[in-house]
């Protein structure tokens, strides 16, 4: 059996360039559902002057164009959705051309993050994981086989700045760690989150499964992250510590959407939302069990590469 033929929707997009990129790399043929106005953006018309240069068909179309979907999924298999968080129930349109095309044996919507289902903010995150836990049932409803990839944090997102809010970089005298900083996270970087998503395209196992990401070496306490980095620079630093009532309240107090890396931050390292649960066999799979050979980049290795830029 040939290489699914894999259709990605966001390939201009932060995640989705990588998708399409670790879907080239893995040999599927490739295709991208390109909005025209992308071409007159010139690092978007960059990106995708690259991947037709790789070998990626492009097609142009649009989420809301309901027969341009079809068309695409007509030449497909797979379909990968990355539009961005805001644009989640946007997706409907997909499930419906989907259903209408008739031949896709698999869909991979736009979550790439925590658990829609686990999350433990939902009076808080203004249904950011509500909609995408909506667009799970709406895939299930229709029974459309799919694969959800439940990545965790990117590795671009807090990490730079060590979990440090409003910061770019990460501390080098104080630093502030929410809870009691014993709780773990996960970061995995973004192509190496397009890689396992690739390689879960044509696994039988990752079928109406959610693959989880918890790669050895990228699940972290805030504690343990400014230990590493005290290691690295060689120097201990000042702990402020914010309760779980106090980072609430600040929560409580700043404006939605300037609120939400707080809330995200909550999410993960005050309540565990990423690692509070094992992965159960009759719903998930662990992707670095799935794939041991898959490099990754560890979160010690992404720390190094900011030490190198001070
Ligand atoms: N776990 C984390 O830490 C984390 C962090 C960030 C994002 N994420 C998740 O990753 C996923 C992707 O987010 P992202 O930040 O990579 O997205 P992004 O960079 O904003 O890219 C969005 C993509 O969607 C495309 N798009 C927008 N409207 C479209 C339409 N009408 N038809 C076709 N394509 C359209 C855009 O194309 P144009 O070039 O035409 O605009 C672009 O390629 C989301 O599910 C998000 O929640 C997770």
């Known amino acids: ?26 040999s599927h043929p490739t295709f991208a559902l390109v909005r025209d106005s992308a071409f007159s953006h010139p690092h978007k018309r960059h990106i995708l002057q690259t991947l037709s240069d790789a070998g990626a068909t492009l097609l142009e179309g649009s989420i809301e164009d309901e ?79 799919y694969t959800y990839i439940s990545c965790n944090f990117f590795m671009n997102y807090l990490l730079p700045s060590l979990v440090q809010l409003g910061a770019k970089t990460p501390p080098m005298d104080k630093v502030t760690i929410f809870g009691n900083g014993n709780v773990k996270g996960v970061f995995v970087k973004q192509s190496d989150i397009a890689a396992f998503t690739i390689s879960a395209v044509d696994d039988p196992r990752t079928l109406n499964k959610v693959v989880y990401l918890r790669p050895p070496g990228n699940v972290y306490s805030m ?47 005050v309540k565990g939302d990423q690692t509070y649960f094992d992965i159960e066999a009759s719903g998930g799979v662990d992707g670095t069990q799935l794939y041991p050979h898959q490099k990754y980049t560890t979160i010690s290795e992404y720390l190094d590469t900011l030490l190198e830029e001070k």
């Not at 997009?13 to 998708?19: I, K, T, V, W």
């Not at 805001?86 to 925590?114: M, N, T, W, Y």
């Open 223 to 269: 504690n343990e992250l400014v230990e590493l980095w005290e290691s690295k620079i060689g120097k201990k630093l000042d702990k402020v510590y914010v309760t779980e009532e106090e980072l609430l309240k600040k929560i409580k107090e700043t404006p939605f959407p300037d609120n939400m890396d707080m809330v995200f931050i909550y999410s993960a390292f």
């Open 1 to 26: 059996m040939g290489k699914s033929r894999v259709l990605i929707i966001g390939a201009t997009g932060n995640l989705g360039h990588q998708l399409a990129k670790a879907s080239l790399q893995s």
């Open 67 to 145: 027969s341009s979907l079809v068309e695409a999924m007509k030449q497909v298999d797979v379909v990968i959705c990355a539009v961005s968080s805001k644009q989640v129930l946007d997706q409907k349109p997909v499930i419906k051309a989907i259903k209408r095309a008739g031949c896709i044996k698999k869909f991979i919507p736009s979550e790439f993050g925590l658990d829609p289902e686990k999350t433990q903010t939902s009076d808080l995150d203004h249904g950011f994981y509500s909609r995408k836990a909506e667009i799970r049932h709406l895939i299930e409803a229709e029974g459309i086989p």
